[in-house]
């Protein structure tokens, strides 16, 4: 069975629109109604903050010892070190064939998708897996080793915070649904550039490790930490004083935003990317079709006219993200007693992770489930796409693409949005009462918060029901 061809349009793992089980307009409303019972029911029933306190119990002893242990670490490090490799190596020396060659699904699906599910479930799982880190960690050690002295770094600008890791974001994302362009269509970043950016950054990560160190950067600047260890903080699962143990679910979020500047910007930047990715191919496509013929008639080239237009068009994503939200803030400051906007702005953005994370679920969860059967069978077996390697016998397999069923599909994006954005009205509803000790102005505040879950609720099913259409 010769392996399916599957090009990778990555905004797209949606369900055509003809596919629909029911009209979106009725999942839209139904969703709608959805948010709105679940406001009056944390209005009526929760009156005292539950998510201040992440109650946080220390699991075994022997667990901890086993996943921190040097010979774990070393093996989940090298194993890392050397599967960055292999796609960079593919990238490079393999086919062009994005569908065939490792390093593209690797690095945009197995990795970009597979770790916010895994964090998000088991908790912040990414660093012993972190090639950089790894990197850095064996450099520093060796360097103490010689100099009998541990490196010096400089002093992390505490008012840089998070920011470099909301621009990494972004332009990671640029990176591969902008720059990998080409004829009006998304066909997916070439593995060429794909392989040289990884190694860009991979300098550019280990000089900032140098200068700031290694822990510091993955918690402030490293995109990949700062962006999957956003999603951690909603596991029941974290480590407190270098032990491993269990929490409330989603407590953790809330000092995950408030405390370090620039992580506002991430969340929002995770729900505006992803947004803007399903959207290219769909809701947007006639704006980008007719601002891209301004361009062309200017005479701009073909290829610049997308990626300039797909700018634009990503740029306003974000800030029309971060418009609803900010004015979700400021209508919560006409509630008598309110805080500062700032510390509001501060104060709620965690309560958009949970959004962030079902903006991923809906519109990679086929896609993820689809490629993962290709990166575990003919792209481990035949990396470089060059059909001569067949290193585990399973380069001659395909996908099985009636593995999930386009009602099936349809169905886990609408409950991935839905119970998204209940736990972040939830998340909202627990720190109004932190704000407002009368629980009836803390529900009124409430009511901005539920528009724009609302909001983001119907235009998430939007771009599902147009997705690709």
């Known amino acids: 069975m010769s392996p399916m061809n599957l090009a990778l349009p990555f905004a797209h793992a949606l369900v055509a629109k003809q596919d629909l089980p ?19 029911a944390l209005s009526a029933a929760w009156r005292k903050p539950q998510f201040e306190d992440e109650r946080w119990r220390p699991s075994a002893a022997w667990l901890t010892a086993v996943l921190r242990s040097w010979p774990l670490q070393v093996l989940c490090g090298g194993l890392a070190v050397f599967l960055l490799g292999v796609g960079v190596y593919s990238g490079i020396h393999g086919t062009e064939a994005p569908d065939r060659n490792f390093a593209i699904t690797f690095f945009f699906v197995t990795v970009w998708i597979g770790f916010p599910f895994a964090s998000a479930l088991l908790g912040n799982v990414f660093p012993i897996f972190n090639p950089w880190r790894a990197i850095a960690r064996v450099v520093g050690g060796a360097y103490g080793f010689v100099a009998r002295r541990r ?12 920011w470099p890791a909301a621009i990494g974001l972004l332009a990671f994302v640029w990176l591969e649904v902008i720059y990998g362009s080409s004829g009006g269509v998304a066909v997916g970043l070439e593995p060429h550039a794909a ?75 995770s729900i505006a990317s992803t947004s803007f990715d399903g959207a290219e ?27 300039i237009t797909d700018s634009i068009f990503m740029i306003a994503t974000v800030l029309a993200v971060a418009g609803v939200y900010l004015l979700g803030v400021k209508g919560m400051r006409s509630v008598p007693g309110a805080p500062a906007f700032r510390e509001l702005q501060r104060g709620f953005a965690h309560t958009l992770i949970p959004i962030a994370l079902a903006y991923l679920v809906a519109h990679y969860f ?67 009462l932190v704000y407002w000790s009368d629980y009836r102005r803390a529900s009124r505040s409430q009511y901005w918060m539920l528009a724009v879950m609302v909001a983001f609720t119907c235009f998430g099913l939007y771009l599902l029901s147009v997705g690709g259409a």
């Open 22 to 40: 029911i009209p979106a307009w009725l999942f839209a409303w139904a969703a709608s109604i959805v948010l709105v019972v679940s406001f009056f």
């Open 281 to 307: 191919d769909g809701a947007y496509k006639s704006g980008l079709e007719h601002v891209g013929k301004w361009f062309s008639d200017a005479g701009v080239g073909p290829l610049a006219t997308i990626r």
């Open 366 to 432: 086929s896609l993820f489930v689809y490629q993962e059967q290709a990166q575990f069978t003919y792209l481990l077996s035949d990396p470089l796409g060059t059909s001569t390697t067949d290193l585990f016998g399973t380069a001659e397999y395909g996908i099985d693409f009636s593995a999930l069923g386009s009602n099936l599909i349809w169905y886990v994006q609408v409950a991935a949005l839905i119970v998204g954005h209940v736990l972040g009205l939830t998340l909202a509803h627990d720190r109004a």
């Open 151 to 162: 490196p010096g770094h400089l002093a992390y600008p505490e008012k840089l915070g998070r």
């Open 195 to 269: 392989g040289v950016a990884a190694c860009v950054y991979t300098v550019y990560t280990l000089a900032m490790m140098a200068l700031f160190g290694t822990e510091v950067w993955c918690s402030r600047g490293e995109i990949f930490s700062v962006f999957f260890g956003m999603f951690a903080t909603l596991a029941p699962f974290g480590a407190k004083e270098g032990r491993i143990g269990r929490r409330r679910p989603l407590a953790a979020a809330t000092r995950w935003v408030a405390e370090v500047p620039g992580s506002t910007a991430v969340v929002i930047a």
